[in-house]
């Protein structure tokens, strides 16, 4: 282990966050390594909370890394502020842009409490309600509709504070009941949202919402895989870009997808879940009605094979302790069976998959990273395997103690690159930090 050196690349304090959790990360195609994270600006819990997309760059393969840059925040504090959660990237790399998605959720929201709905109208309006419950119709404008079309005194700013008259009333992001102004809210819902960066990951756009074309009204969260996408290079969806997320339904019960692209990411659409059709303990299931703990496919990663083929690995509660697989043959549209991959110890945490470049050897190595223990996030390990994802050849541990979510990533000099969560302190979670390892593939099939 001596050869192996972790740092800290995100820790409490940094940068005015009192946390920071759940790694993503890729390298460029200019080999740039951006890390995303969430900024968890009071403590380390989920939403309902004050949540920030940020990101740190390296431009020397993880040596040092640039500062923190802030992608997206919204309006509110604290426990009771709203979220941008659970960052996936993925780069285009026929046209060079980066894409980011994450899951914004208004305050007083999280994956439990989300209500079923997309959020939107028709024509793509944002709907926004009234202490009533009575809905209303935010234009690009930021001039607010009635649901018989008529304007009202209402506008809204691009930071979600709302004017009645041009008196303050109040932020749609705010959780319900928290400002005496209060006068329209988003609805209390998750969002999936897309951000992009056509210059390496300096600079970043504007959120755009995608809910209108990847959500059903019937589900009520949806959020990112997390981790990364990726991009077919291989068969007749060459170019499709790829996005594993995962979503619930009006039971609550979760089912992971992709969302895929085929006009570098003007447009997405959500192909289905491993669980539509799945036999389970013989009955046949359906992302939709679904109720059963056990039926759970929640965080996933993907990766494709030389063949063409999808290999997805999915985060699941059945009680195997161990990661499932699936496969795809039309470019993460339809699953085939889901089956458990039993050297893939698993302690229910989401864990990183990717493909390692071809070396002309005829091998096909893919590299999975999580926690190795079927009771506790602990033991980090990396695995390599040498024919596609059929047996895993050898394996490293990179962190003894806790290990949590992860992200690996191939640097441009060929050595691999982990992201992932470590805590020195068991009596105080908000003592995790992000941190980086790198090594090179001899090392981990020495």
Same mark, same amino acid.
């Given at each position: ?25 890729? #390298?460029?195609?200019?080999? #740039? ?64 842009? %980066? ?9 007083? %929201? ?9 959020? *939107? ?10 202490? &009533? ?87 009520? *969260? ?44 003007? #447009? ?29 496919? #929640? ?115 060929? &050595? ?31």
């Amino acid at each position: 282990m001596s050869t192996i050196k972790a740092q800290a690349v995100f820790y409490p304090n940094l940068a005015g966050s009192k946390a920071y959790r759940i790694p993503s990360m890729i #390298t460029t195609t200019k080999g #740039t390594v951006i890390a995303g994270i969430d900024a968890r600006i009071v403590d380390q819990t989920d939403n309902p909370n004050q949540i920030d997309v940020t990101i740190r760059r390296s431009e020397d393969h993880g040596v040092t890394w640039g500062p923190v840059q802030k992608l997206v925040a919204f309006a509110g504090e604290g426990l009771d502020g709203a979220a941008a959660i659970d960052t996936s990237l993925v780069q285009d790399e026929e046209t060079g842009n %980066i894409f980011m998605i994450y899951c914004h959720s208004p305050g007083g %929201i999280g994956l439990w409490n989300s209500e079923p709905g997309i959020g *939107f109208d028709a024509d793509g309006r944002r709907k926004l309600y009234d202490n &009533e419950g009575t809905v209303y119709f935010l234009s690009e404008s930021g001039k607010v509709y009635d649901s018989e079309n008529n304007g009202t005194s209402y506008t809204v700013d691009e930071k979600g504070y709302v004017f009645n008259d041009g008196q303050a009333a109040g932020n749609i992001y705010f959780k319900k009941g928290i400002d005496p102004n209060e006068s329209l809210l988003e609805a209390r819902t998750c969002f999936i949202q897309i951000i992009q960066s056509d210059d390496d990951g300096l600079t970043w756009s504007k959120p755009r919402e995608l809910n209108v074309s990847v959500k059903k009204e019937w589900m009520k *969260f949806i959020g990112s895989g997390p981790g990364c996408g990726i991009q077919l290079k291989h068969g007749e969806k060459k170019g499709r870009l790829v996005f594993p997320i995962y979503y619930s339904n009006e039971a609550g019960a979760l089912s992971c997808a992709c969302m895929y692209s085929d006009d570098h990411g003007v #447009t997405w659409q959500l192909g289905e879940s491993p669980n539509d059709g799945r036999e389970l303990d013989g009955e046949v299931l359906s992302a939709e009605t679904i109720s059963d703990k056990k039926q759970y496919l #929640t965080e996933s990663q993907v990766i494709q094979l030389p063949t063409g083929e999808l290999k997805y690995y999915l985060r699941n509660h059945y009680g195997l302790q161990r990661t499932a697989v699936t496969t795809s043959t039309d470019g993460g549209e339809t699953w085939g069976e889901v089956t458990f991959d039993m050297t893939l110890v698993d302690p229910i945490c989401q864990s990183s998959v990717v493909l390692y470049p071809d070396l002309g050897d005829g091998k096909v190595r893919v590299l999975f990273s999580n926690p190795d223990d079927e009771k506790t996030r602990v033991k980090g390990t990396v695995r390599l395997s040498e024919d596609g994802g059929k047996t895993w050849s050898y394996s490293k541990v990179i962190e003894e103690g806790f290990y949590g979510y992860s992200c690996l990533t191939v640097l441009k000099t060929g &050595e691999i690159g982990v992201l992932y969560e470590r805590v020195y302190d068991y009596s105080d979670w908000n003592n995790m930090d992000i941190a980086f390892v790198k090594f090179s593939l001899d090392w981990l099939n020495s």
